[in-house]
Structures are given as C-alpha cells and as structure tokens.
C-alpha cells in the first residue's frame, strides 16, 4: 500500500514536471554577414585559374560610423577582430537601424603570387562598405524579433582587396557565407 | 460390456452436440436492445474552468457541448467554448488574444451490452474531432537592441488576424453517476492542420488549441444533464417495471 503511494507520488510529479513550460529562448538570435576569404592563382601547366581559402596572417576589424554634421567616419567604440592571427573567414554585424554599414579592415600578411614573386602587406587598410535592407523577423515570444539583412550593394576600396562578390544577399541568423573577398 | 459401451458413445455425441451448440451461440453477436435515439447529454468542462483558475488569467477557456446519443453507440458531439490569453514572457513581451471556438466530432461508444446484463449508461469512447477558430491577437513591446553599433527600436503587432483548424483524437469514459447526470473525463491529442510559415508572426496561444506547439496533450473533466425524449422516458419507466413484476 505504502509503495503505491510512492509510485503515484512519483508519477505525479513527473507528470507536473514534463507540463512546465519551457520559456527559455534557444534560438540564435546573432545576425552576422559572413566574409571568406581567397586567392585565385593560376597554374602555368595546367592553364587553369583555382581558387584557394587565403589565410591571412592577422586581422583588424572595426565599424566606422558616419557622422552626419561632420560628414566624416568615426570608430565605433568596441573591436571586432582584434589582430586576430590565421584567418580565412570572418563575420561581422550590420547595422539594423540604417540601411549601410561601414568597417575598416586591416591586413597582415603575405602573399604568395609565385615561386619567386611574395608580397609583402604590412598595415593595409582597406574600407568596406555595405548597403543593405533591413527587416523584421518575428521568431517567438520567448525570443522577440531580430533584424535580418537583404544586401544590395557592397562597395570596397583596392589597397589589399582585389575583387569582392556577392554570392549570398541574405543575411541572417544561420551565419552563413555572404561576400567572397579575392586577392 | 454392450450396455457400457452404448452408454459411453451416447454420452460422447451427446457431449458433442452440446459444444457444437455452445460454439454457435458464442458466435452470435451481443443484440443492442437500446432505442435509436438516447437523448442529448449537454455539458461543461471542469478541468478547463479549474485550469483558468490555477493559470490566474494567463490563459483561460470556458466551454460546454452537446452530444447526442444514438442506439447507446455512436455519439456526435457539438463543442462550443470562448478562450483567450494575457501572457507576459521573461523578456516582458505581451501576448493578448481572446476568440470563441467551437469543435464538431463523433464518439463511439466501446462498451457492448453483455447477455443478460443490466443495461448501462455508462460509456467508454473513443472518438475524433475537427476544431476551428478564428481570432485576432496583439504582441506587443518587443524591443529590438543593437548591441555593437547601438539604438534601440520598440515593436508591436496590433490586430492579427488568423484562422486556425485542428483535429483531435479523443478517449475517455462517462459514467451516469445519478439519473441522467453524467461525469467523465477524456484525454485529448490535438494536433494542427496548418503550421505556421517561418518568418510568420505566429500566436502563442490559439483559442480551443491551447499553446501553439504544433500538437497539445489536454484532459477534460466534464459534468453533464442527459434530456431524454418523453417517450424514451416512458420506455424507460414501462421496462423497470416489468422488471420488477418478474423479480
């Protein structure tokens, strides 16, 4: 008789357990473009172009906000990457309440062209600038919403950078790879 | 020596006979002497009222129904009610919404009336249902923060407006507890028919359904008032009588 009672206890109190709602929010609510980034070289023997992950030997990356009396950028306060050494990739946020988001980034690293051709970069900056949409995205009550990005436009100067492509516009909590960076 | 085995042969086929007959009367199937027509049980759910009650106003549900008895084995069902939500998440994200439902089916009734049994009223059903509403909510003072270039921004969906529908499987018991007043309880499986679209502004709670996961366990306990037809109730009084003639 004393063990019934104990199963049912037991039971009840599992019972009670598995109905209490779970109002945590597991969902990633971090919206990050993603940049990779490559070399394309190409092969004497072969007569082909490949593509390779460049990685680069250390990298700084800061926002750059444009004040509008002065009409001239400025550093947003916190580092993004902070000579962070051997990277191929990166992700950085974009701006959610204006349509264009401004970084600066400096590169560390050498490259190799050919057996005998090694450049050398030491301190380049180069300015990427993205011109983006910005929309709600309503994920649950426990979490809220997010702002998710649509790309149109990025825009980069050429001191490191040779080319830049746009392989996916939309940005959102998945992280993944959005612009390809070539040397 | 004749005698004995005249005897024991007779016996044989006798016993014979006697498990042939056995078997084909076991084959006969149980006869549902009950009329066509048993009334109606209305009714209202307990354990909802009692649930609004613990959940103090964050989700509340009120709701009764008629089922109709036919020849005590199939029972059609009419299942009305009125719901809503007042919920504040962790993140003090509000959730209103309140709309009436309603809910049609059929139970069938699983007990079979033994052979020389007493009839019964008591019911072991099992039994599906198809459940609509249609309802307008709010979601309101979500805050959308951006914590590297900075800037907050405040958001409210006012006046959503959306038709749910679902289907249920039920299973449960009614028992005539005194003259036509029953009580029993049911578990239900509830499970959606449209999911929401990713990126869609989706309700917390759905009136009828409960939270929006997708599928919703839920047990109700209702109380209810059978109105029989006057001739049923005749019937009724006739066959307890003769009932009692015979004892």
Known sequence: MKNRRIILYIFCTLLIASCAVDEQCRTNRTVLLGFGIYHVSYNDSTKLFTTTSESIDSITIKGLELDTLTGKYTYVDSILYNNTKAISAFYVPLHSFVTSSTFEITFNTKVIKSKNDTLKFFNTKDTLTVLHENINDYLSLECGCIKVHSIDTAIVTHNFIDSIKIINHTVNNVNAENIKIYK | ?247
Not at chain 2, 159 to 173: F, L, P, Q, R
Request: charged share 15%; with cysteine.
């Open chain 2, 1 to 247: 020596m004749q005698r004995i085995l005249k005897y024991t042969s007779s016996l044989i086929l006798c016993m014979l006979v006697y498990s042939s007959l056995a078997q084909k009367e076991k084959k006969l199937p149980p006869v549902n002497t009950a009329p066509f027509f048993n009334g109606v049980i209305v009714q209202a759910d307990v354990a909802s009222i009692a649930g609004s009650i613990f959940s103090n106003g964050t989700t509340y549900s009120y709701e009764a129904s008629a089922q109709a008895d036919f020849k005590h084995k199939l029972l059609p069902v009419i299942e009305l009610g009125y719901a809503g939500a007042n919920k504040l998440s962790t993140e003090n994200i509000g959730f209103k919404t309140n709309a009436p439902f309603g809910r049609i089916g059929i139970d069938l009734n699983l007990l079979t009336p033994k052979k020389d049994a007493r009839p019964t009223s008591n019911l072991f059903i099992v039994g599906l249902r198809l459940g609509m509403t249609n309802f307008k909510y709010n979601i309101s003072n979500i805050i959308i923060t951006d914590d590297y270039w900075g800037g907050t921004q405040p958001i409210s969906y006012n006046n959503i407006s959306t038709t749910k529908v679902w289907y249920e499987i039920v299973a449960g018991v009614k028992v005539e507890v005194l003259k036509n007043v029953f009580m029993g309880w049911t578990v239900r499986s509830k499970s959606l028919l449209s999911n929401d679209a990713a990126g869609n502004i989706s309700p917390w709670f759905i009136p009828g359904f409960g939270t929006n996961n997708g599928n919703n366990y839920e047990i109700s306990y209702t109380i209810g008032y059978r109105f029989q037809l006057p001739a049923n109730v005749k019937q009724a009084h006739s066959s307890k009588k003769t009932d009692s003639v015979t004892k």
